[in-house]
């Protein structure tokens, strides 16, 4: 069977991005012919993202189109633009694709067989303003991020997804008919490494983004002394204000470290070392 994968925009390193190069080895793994596409690739990122893989495909990429190339950094519209595009290529094509699963918009557009939705598009604006106050900037934003999402999104696109708590979402954001649970893959080879003494360290990988509470790791810090907080995680166009308060709110502590955008041969190593994982999300679909 020849696959299409389509992830837009390698714009920072995250579970998404290593999703889709799993997806990729497991389904060549299957004896199926698999391509994978993109329209931008952030090469710091990409290897941050596959500079300890053995064998990391170079995606396919096709010209951004010039609606999502002006999104810029607004990443949540910019992702829907150009995976339309994208989608919409392909399937006009003469490739000859059996299936094209899109694994970055998180909207199940209608030009797709599947898609894997992290956490629906068209609910953006509803998680943030739960979470946070909004400013008006912000509001227009995400109602458009919505708007287009749900213009863009079929109900009768296949959606995987990565929770029983997603998949509800899911429904409710778009009235998707076929939902399917279907978790992330773990690489356990590189997790059977895992050994050895444990120290006074509490470790935390997220994206250094503001709907993930990683403020608190500071906060934490200060309370517990007698231990080492590692925050690691991948930074993006969100990340500044936050890097930047994390720097403010630790100044003076030893205790506290952030690392940025570090290989997974890092988290590993921290992973061996840690006795505590410190979760700061009030909540958190899979991790």
């Not at 090469?43 to 002006?70: F, H, N, Q, Y």
């Amino acid at each position: 069977m020849r696959v299409a994968i389509v992830h837009a925009l390698f714009e920072v390193v995250g579970g998404d991005a290593r999703l889709a190069l799993d997806m990729y080895r497991a389904l060549r793994e299957l004896g199926h012919e698999v391509d994978l596409y993109t329209a931008h690739v952030n090469e710091g990122a990409w290897r941050a993202l596959t500079g300890d893989l053995k064998e990391a495909p170079r995606p396919i990429t096709i010209k951004e189109p010039l609606a999502s190339r002006l999104a810029g950094r607004a990443l949540a519209l910019r992702s829907i633009l150009a995976t339309s595009g994208l989608v919409r290529g392909l399937k006009g094509s003469n490739l000859g694709y059996d299936v094209v699963l899109d694994t970055y918009s998180n909207v199940p557009m209608r030009w797709v067989s599947a898609a894997y939705v992290h956490f629906p598009t068209a609910l953006l604006l509803d998680f943030h303003r739960a979470h946070r106050r909004l400013s008006l900037h912000e509001r227009l934003y995400y109602g458009l991020v919505d708007r287009e999402a749900r213009r863009l999104a079929s109900r009768r696109t296949a959606v995987m997804t990565n929770s029983a708590w997603t998949a509800e979402h899911v429904k409710r954001a778009y009235g998707s008919q076929r939902v399917y649970v279907v978790h992330p893959p773990v690489n356990v080879e590189e997790l059977s490494t895992l050994g050895g003494d444990r120290g006074r360290i509490v470790l935390t990988v997220s994206g250094i983004y503001p709907e993930k509470n990683v403020l608190a790791i500071a906060d934490v810090a200060k309370l517990v002394p007698e231990a080492e907080f590692y925050l690691v995680g991948a930074t993006g166009p969100a990340s500044g204000p936050v890097v930047r308060e994390l720097k403010r709110r630790s100044e003076g502590l030893s205790n506290f470290h952030l690392e940025t955008n570090v290989s997974r041969r890092r988290i590993i190593e921290l992973m061996s070392q840690a006795s505590i994982y410190l979760h700061p999300p009030f909540a958190e679909h899979f991790g």
